[in-house]
């Protein structure tokens, strides 16, 4: 007789209840890793029997074709909405429709970018205004999806429940927590992940589909910036080999690595010489998360703690169970921790991250713009071919005095870096409408928030600055030079900036935008706010990044 699956599992469902007392493993929260390619597969002797496609030779016919320019030359700009090939939570109960909530765009800055629609408030997408001819673009982007960082949340709870499993008196995990009894924890510390190189893969791709004509511009080989940390010079490559193609990257460009690291002079990681970003200023916003997570988890942690057994849980574990669906997601593709939480959970969690973001490194830090500013400076060097002189900021005097690792001539500009570099760069460049309803609260969940972790700093997120010729007002055989940018494909906003108009296209005139942004650099006090000893306001009521004195 057959029987239908389910019953069959329903039986060994019953079977298993009947022989386990939802007694833990020993193992359970232990830490499982693989190391690839294994130590003994190290053998070199073996590589001439595999010469690279250079010298095999045989390519067949290898023409080009033209330079793609999607964004001129397509009726709608393309958006990026899936996170395949990762388990999306809600395809997991609804695998035919996706209901109106995803928890995958709560997770904050542990969100896979996505693009953002009309979220900055301005109606448009990345296609070139009617009459317009982009003539340059510069790209800031985050690194991949990458595992948590050494000693956070997700490994000390993963310790907890291993020295539970192995205590004398063990412990057990029953209904929802049962996959707690033979789980373990399989991420690393800080890397890439598989899907993180994809997203700078991809990322590479769509940008050569959609700026691959300003290619054509060029009469040397680009620069591209990262800085060293690893999963930096992982992203950087990536995007390259999406961009310029896997067996072309390599001859294709020069990768210019800065050193990340205390002392160091860096844009891309300003925090390394602003000391007010390394003490109780930059605190502040997990003081400020930590405040609301006890909060919005008050009626979480009872109602799983139920079904744990010889472990107590508190609102810091619950979070980093929280953290540990992210996590595991991006890393292997699949996290039933998803599972546990519901939607009102899941908004609180993502709170949580604009609070962190908000205060730590965004609008209600006093060192957020002074941190930023460096690469405001650069964005103006660039823009106006003027070479940089001074450097008193986060500039490193040695490679942006050097025409060579810091040209000026270039159609496409690509710099790396990480989430909480983009968000003082923002705060930097004074894109206001992100910070209309500051200063956040911190004991609820303010309506119309519009600083959210998951729309500015994702995984992979990326500001486009575009830099388009159109005809000049009122001079329909004139050009003039404009800029605009997108965040994450959404038209950004720069009534914020002095001298920049309103728009319905979020365009300002280079020039313009130019004088704002040296009104800007001349404001913000860089010795005061990043060396300066003075405790930060709390209340905080800062919303432009800067310590008023």
Not at 106 to 130: H, Q
Not at 281 to 292: R, V
Not at 353 to 377: C, K, M, R, T
Not at 536 to 545: F, L, R
Request: charged residues 15%.
């Amino acid at each position: 007789m057959a029987f239908p699956i389910r019953l069959l599992l329903a039986f060994c469902s019953a079977s298993v209840v009947l022989a386990s007392p939802w007694k833990g493993s020993t193992y359970a929260g232990a830490t499982s890793t693989a190391v690839f390619p294994p130590p003994s597969a190290t053998d070199t002797s073996v590589d001439s029997y595999f010469p690279g496609p250079a010298e095999v030779g045989h390519a067949g016919p290898t023409p080009t074709g033209d330079e793609p320019m999607l964004v001129a030359t397509a009726p709608v700009a393309p958006v990026k909405e899936d996170v395949y090939p990762l388990i999306d939570p809600v395809e997991v109960q609804s695998p035919v429709k996706k209901p109106s909530f995803d928890p995958v765009r709560s997770w904050g800055n542990l969100s896979p970018w996505f693009s953002v629609g009309n979220k900055w408030g301005i109606d448009a997408d990345a296609t070139v205004p009617s009459g317009c001819e982009l003539t340059q673009v510069h790209l800031l982007h985050r690194h991949g999806a990458r595992y948590p960082t050494s000693g956070s949340g997700p490994s000390q709870f993963s310790a907890k429940i291993h020295a539970a499993a192995t205590s004398k008196s063990g412990f057990s995990a029953s209904g929802p927590l049962d996959f707690l009894n033979t789980w373990t924890y399989k991420l690393g510390a800080e890397l890439l992940t598989p899907f993180g190189r994809q997203q700078l893969f991809d990322l590479g791709i769509a940008f050569r589909v959609k700026y691959g004509h300003l290619l054509n511009g060029f009469t040397d080989l680009p620069v591209f910036r990262t800085t060293s940390e690893a999963r930096m010079v992982d992203s950087a490559l990536n995007f390259a080999a999406g961009f310029f193609g896997v067996q072309q990257y390599q001859d294709s460009y020069h990768q210019l690595i800065i050193i990340e690291d205390d002392g160091f002079n860096n844009t891309l990681s300003p925090w390394t010489t602003c000391p007010n970003a390394n003490n109780d200023i930059e605190n502040i916003g997990y003081l400020a998360s930590g405040n609301w997570t006890p909060i919005y988890l008050k009626d979480t942690v009872p109602r799983l703690q139920r079904y744990l057994k010889g472990v107590e849980l508190d609102a810091s574990d619950v979070r980093s169970m929280q953290d540990l669906c992210a996590y595991e997601t991006v890393a292997l593709g699949y996290s039933a921790f998803c599972e546990l939480f519901t939607e009102e959970e899941w908004k609180g969690y993502e709170y949580a991250f604009d609070l962190e973001l908000w205060y730590s490194f965004g609008p209600g830090n006093p060192a957020s713009a002074a941190q930023g500013i460096g690469y405001v400076q650069e964005l103006v060097s660039r823009l106006t071919q003027i070479p940089l002189t001074e450097f008193s900021t986060s500039l490193n005097g040695t490679l942006d005095s050097s025409n060579v690792t810091f040209p000026l001539n270039q159609p496409i500009y690509v710099d790396a870096t990480h989430d909480t570099v983009i968000s003082v760069i923002l705060v930097a460049l004074n894109f206001t409408t992100m910070a209309a309803n500051g200063p956040l609260p911190v004991d609820h969940i303010p309506k119309h928030q519009t600083y959210t972790g998951q729309h500015i700093t994702p995984f992979a997120s990326n500001l486009v600055g575009q830099v388009l010729s159109c005809p000049a007002k009122g001079k329909s055989q004139e050009k003039e030079s404009y800029i605009r940018f997108l965040l994450n494909d959404g038209v950004v906003p720069l009534t914020g900036i002095a001298h920049c108009a309103d728009s319905k296209n979020g365009l300002c005139l280079v020039e313009d935008f130019v004088q704002g942004m040296k009104q800007r650099i001349a404001e913000v006090d860089v010795d005061y706010d990043c060396y300066a000893n003075y405790t930060a306001p709390w209340p905080d009521n800062i919303i432009d990044g800067r310590m008023h004195k």
